[in-house]
């Protein structure tokens, strides 16, 4: 039964889940009591995510979050959310309130990115100007792309950065190595926040950065809807390293093109590996084999190499070519009218949420994940910015 009221903040929330337990299923009950005995540990979860862990389907989850008066399960979830942001702001405020630019040691912070040779410049980027607006913080970088770098390497300066760090923002791939050092730095007191894309079983501090499943639903609706009507086609999907973020793109690119654009399919994916030079040449090869595609969706870095095989095939005004990151590369790309559209986010605005969470974890409050908006950029206002 859809209550007449949905609650309106997470203490009418919490109340109305205990309230209506007695007229739900054994599943739902399992839900209502799982959210009412874990709201701070699982605001942040997805409905697959709290399905899984309840033993029940994720259509009951959103059942449940529409039997409470909302249109879904993110509306439900989006209230829990801004409650934990809220009590998190507060506790921040009054942790930090005794400590003076003065009185309080300058904070020592790494930036370690395993990533594409364009992301790793704009995170330094965004890191420096935050330096500069704010002389208690010191950000160092130690940035690698990713085909030049190990993950049992990487994981080693991990390490290393934290033996002489107040806190770590890091940019990873989704490694075993990788998320043991990140679970050993924490234990021992260093937070690690990590940026953009996730670790959620390292132990992590922290998230920031856009829901990349919704980033790449929303490239999904958009290469969707700039085909032509009806038309079928191929779609070449461009990957790179695992990283989280490139598998939670490509679930909701997937899950967009399959419940909304049947007719368009997703027949190969090739690599890029970071590498300007390995895209460029696969995307050819894959052109030589399989004729034009109707779109090209690149979760990962190197967009310049899909970019350049595209106008060499010419192609760049038949095939739509959708990717991530607003750098100089994709801005290029996007103003020569090659590619259509980036998805990008505010790099600025995440460098000084990492660093805000990293005081709070220091000062004994737990953060929470900060969501950011994903922004889409055209050739009209990619300049802009």
């Not at 605001?43 to 879904?72: D, F, H, I, K, P």
């Not at 809220?86 to 400590?99: E, N, S, Y």
């Not at 779609?235 to 490139?246: A, N, T």
Request: hydrophobic content about 40%.
């Amino acid at each position: 039964m859809q209550m007449q009221t949905k609650p309106e903040n997470a203490t009418e929330l919490l109340a109305a889940l205990a309230a209506m337990q007695d007229s739900l299923g054994k599943g739902g009950r399992r839900l209502a009591t799982f959210f009412v005995d874990n709201l701070g540990a699982n605001a942040m979860l997805s409905a697959s995510e709290v399905a899984q862990r309840c033993g029940v389907n994720a259509s009951t989850v959103v059942r449940l979050a529409q039997g409470l008066g909302y249109a879904g399960y993110r509306e439900f979830q989006a209230v829990l959310q801004n409650q934990l942001m809220t009590i998190a702001q507060v506790r921040a405020k009054d942790a930090l309130a005794p400590l003076s630019p003065s009185a309080a040691r300058p904070l020592k912070l790494h930036l370690l990115a395993d990533s594409g040779k364009s992301f790793n410049e704009a995170a330094a980027a965004a890191a420096h100007s935050y330096c500069r607006q704010n002389a208690a913080v010191t950000i160092s970088a130690d940035l690698h792309p990713s085909y030049t770098v190990e993950p049992t390497d990487f994981a080693a300066r991990i390490v290393t950065a934290a033996e002489s760090s107040d806190g770590i923002i890091l940019v990873a791939r989704d490694h075993p190595a990788i998320n043991d050092v990140v679970r050993l730095v924490t234990a021992k007191g260093v937070p690690v926040i990590c940026l953009t894309t996730d670790l959620p079983t390292s132990g992590r501090t922290a998230y920031v950065g856009s829901d990349q499943y919704v980033s790449g639903a929303t490239a999904g609706w958009l290469c969707g809807r700039m085909l032509p009507a009806g038309s079928s086609g191929r779609v070449l999907f461009v990957y790179s390293v695992p990283f989280r973020c490139h598998q939670d793109r490509e679930q909701g690119f997937r899950h967009v093109l399959r419940t909304e654009f049947p007719h368009l399919a997703i027949d190969e994916k090739v690599s890029s590996d970071e590498s300007v030079d390995v895209i460029y040449e696969a995307v050819r090869r894959y052109i030589a084999k399989n004729g034009p595609p109707a779109a090209v969706y690149n979760v990962s870095g190197a967009n310049i190499g899909v970019g350049r095989a595209l106008e060499d095939e010419g192609l760049s005004d038949k095939t739509v070519f959708i990717g991530h990151e607003l750098n100089a590369n994709s801005r290029s790309l996007l103003e020569r009218n090659i590619m259509d559209v980036t998805i990008g986010h505010d790099f600025d605005r995440e460098i000084a949420l990492a660093v805000d969470c990293i005081k709070m974890a220091l000062q004994g409050v737990q953060p929470i994940n900060r969501i950011t908006q994903s922004q889409v950029f055209t050739r009209f206002n990619c300049a802009t910015f």
